[in-house]
């Protein structure tokens, strides 16, 4: 069965720490694997995207691995600001297809001052 | 928001009516969704559109109907067939290879 999971459920942290938020996923064909940011009552925002050859990318404090070989991800997030507070989607597409994506739950992250 | 709009931002419906949502994009996007978000959940496709006049059923879509007849519009029914209506309803549109999508606002939709 194709699923993504996302661990921890919820986080929080206190402003100016680090974190790193997980995902682990089942999903075979791989295509690609997209982390969104999502603020309570808007829609997601994408952070990265990484193909099956890429294992690092970054967007500003936000650092994004991939294993494909253990089918994880992980979403570093440095020096952790109040706005950071926000839904962590990890999404991953089975083909390069409109129709085969499947989306975590996400992790509920809150950065107190 | 990236040139999705939807509207309304937030609705509410008597049990027995059908609302519809609307999404619009300035994208020129080939491809558009429709996605239901509930607490603690993922996000479920509903119905996506890969070409005008065209759409397929997703994951959940007994309940809802739409229509693609302008590249820029994917509206949604949600009809009284749909047993628990109450969520917030997203939309996004993608280039026809859909690597990312960019999504709209979203609906929050509330039955009474």
């Known amino acids: 069965k194709n699923q993504v999971e996302q661990s921890p459920q919820s986080l929080i942290i206190l402003e100016g720490k680090n974190c790193t938020l997980q995902?682990?996923?089942?999903?075979?064909?791989?295509?690609?694997l997209r982390w969104y940011k999502q603020d309570t009552g808007r829609g997601p925002v994408s952070l990265t995207i990484?193909?099956?050859?890429?294992n690092t990318k970054s967007n500003g404090r936000y650092t994004a691995t991939l294993d494909a070989d253990t089918k994880q991800s992980s979403l570093h997030i440095t020096a952790s600001q109040l706005s950071d507070s926000a839904s962590y989607i990890c999404?991953?597409?089975?083909?390069?297809?409109?129709?085969?994506?499947?989306f975590g739950s996400g992790t509920r992250l809150s950065i107190r001052p | 928001d990236g040139g999705i709009t939807q509207s309304p931002k937030y609705l509410f419906r008597k049990e027995g009516q059908n609302v519809t949502l609307s999404c619009e994009q300035n994208?020129?996007?080939?491809?558009m969704y429709w996605y239901r978000q509930d607490p603690g959940q993922g996000l479920r496709l509903i119905y996506y559109s890969q070409i005008v006049n065209d759409f397929q059923k997703g994951d959940i879509a007994e309940g809802y109907s739409v229509s693609r007849e302008k590249k820029e519009s994917f509206p949604l029914t949600v009809t009284s067939a749909q047993k628990n209506p109450t969520a917030f309803y997203l939309c996004a549109s993608s280039t026809s290879q859909g690597n990312e999508q960019f999504f709209g606002p979203g609906t929050r939709l509330t039955v009474l």
């Open positions: 990484m193909t099956f050859s890429e």
């Open positions: 999404v991953v597409s089975r083909e390069s297809s409109a129709s085969k994506i499947i």
């Open positions: 994208l020129n996007h080939d491809a």
């Open positions: 995902c682990n996923y089942t999903v075979s064909p791989f295509s690609n």
